[in-house]
């Protein structure tokens, strides 16, 4: 390959060609350019951020990548020097300037100049370059976990879109603070020199996950609070997450929606549905659950209600009632079922009758969300 810089369209057309048909080399599936945090002390990555992500697109820019760091095919992530960066950006002058957008560059031009250190935690930075080959795999290092997470919170790939099993054994526990991830071991001769110098560091958390917002900021929701939020989450457009709302990583909305309950690990919700108050939807991380919980279209879960079954569309479950897959539901014809034979169906109302204390069920019609205060919903 031509190791100078393309003089027209032509020769930058050429050099492409000549990096997508390199033998060995495989397109991915998804790419991405970010900054990784790296502890000093044990050179762990504490996580990834990536500013450019792409899902079968942009092939060209990931042939050319990937032929400057010596990749073929497979899942892998390699270190982006600068001067490697410097010699991509100089292969694709000649179409930075075109008019059309090129997130990829501008993203490589911004971290020309990347300041390694962190300045106030035991940590430094390096720009890196993932690649998955296919997102029905599991995850091979955090960095690849990472580009999955963000793909879910950029809302190119809806939950349970693309494998994220050994996630939680390949992400480290880590301090979040107002400075960025710090390890768990450094982080308190970190804190006393901060508090030493005048700086005191803000802890978000100790977990495995950061919030969301800190990484992605999806385009058309609210989100009061967000440590309620983790990266991973899938917003869709016209969702509000209120002050007690929360919504786990590879669960979240399709549509618009008003989550002031819980939306567990796994949970989708369809649109135009709400979640009351202190509501909670079981999710898949513990217990031993595999049945995948979603919530469809139109339905509404009143404060401080809960359910461990599906819901179809249209679905009303009454403040304050749990229904279980196991519970016992009276239906319309005075049958007794479990509710877990009821799991998926639409146009159900779910209550608890206060006289007899028997948890029913019966058929329902129309909209719940007639009346809705429309402005407060909207975003």
């Known amino acids: 390959m031509n190791e100078g810089t393309p003089k027209d369209r032509a020769e930058f057309d050429q050099l492409v060609d000549a990096a997508m048909n390199r033998s060995g080399y495989r397109p991915p599936c998804a790419f991405g350019i970010g900054v990784a945090t790296v502890a000093d002390a044990d050179q762990s990555v504490l996580d990834t951020w990536f500013a450019a992500v792409n899902l079968q697109e942009n092939q060209a820019m990931a042939a050319l990548l990937a032929e400057a760091v010596g990749h073929g ?9 600068p001067e490697v960066i410097e010699s991509v950006l100089g292969r694709c002058e000649v179409v930075a300037g075109d008019g059309s957008p090129h997130p990829n560059l501008e993203v490589l ?14 940590t430094h930075r390096v720009v890196v370059v993932t690649f998955i080959d296919d997102l029905g795999d599991a995850p091979v290092d955090i960095h690849d976990g990472y580009l999955r997470l963000h793909l879910l919170s950029h809302r190119l790939v809806k939950p349970h879109g693309c494998n994220l099993d050994g996630l939680f054994g390949l992400l480290n526990n880590t301090v979040w603070t107002s400075a960025g991830p710090c390890d768990v071991a450094s982080f308190p001769v970190a804190q006393r020199r901060a508090m030493a110098a005048g700086t005191p560091l803000v802890v978000n958390g100790v977990d495995k996950f950061p919030r969301m917002l800190d990484y992605v900021v999806p385009s058309g929701v609210r989100v009061a609070d967000g440590s309620r939020v983790r990266l991973g989450a899938h917003l869709a457009e016209g969702t509000t997450v209120m002050h007690e709302g929360f919504v786990n990583f590879n669960a979240g909305t399709l549509g618009a929606s008003m989550v002031e309950g819980r939306i567990s690990a796994g949970v989708v919700v369809g649109s135009d549905s709400d979640l009351g108050g202190g509501a909670s939807v079981m999710g898949t991380l513990s217990g031993g659950g595999k049945e995948v919980i979603s919530v469809g279209r139109d339905c509404l879960l009143g404060a401080n209600s809960g359910i461990g079954i599906s819901l179809g569309d249209g679905c009303v479950v009454e403040a304050g009632l749990y229904v279980t897959a196991g519970t016992r539901v009276t239906t319309s014809q005075g049958e007794v079922v479990k509710a877990s034979e009821l799991s998926g169906a639409s146009g159900m109302l779910f209550r608890r009758n206060s006289t007899t204390g028997a948890v029913e069920v019966l058929p329902r019609e129309g909209t719940w969300s007639e009346g809705l205060n429309e402005a407060l919903h909207a975003n």
Do not use: I, K, Q, Y
Not at 73 to 79: E, L, Y
Not at 109 to 122: H, K, N, Q, Y
């Open 73 to 81: 095919s497979g899942p892998a992530t390699h270190r982006l020097a």
């Open 109 to 122: 031009s911004g971290l020309t100049s990347l300041e390694s250190g962190s300045g106030v935690l035991p």
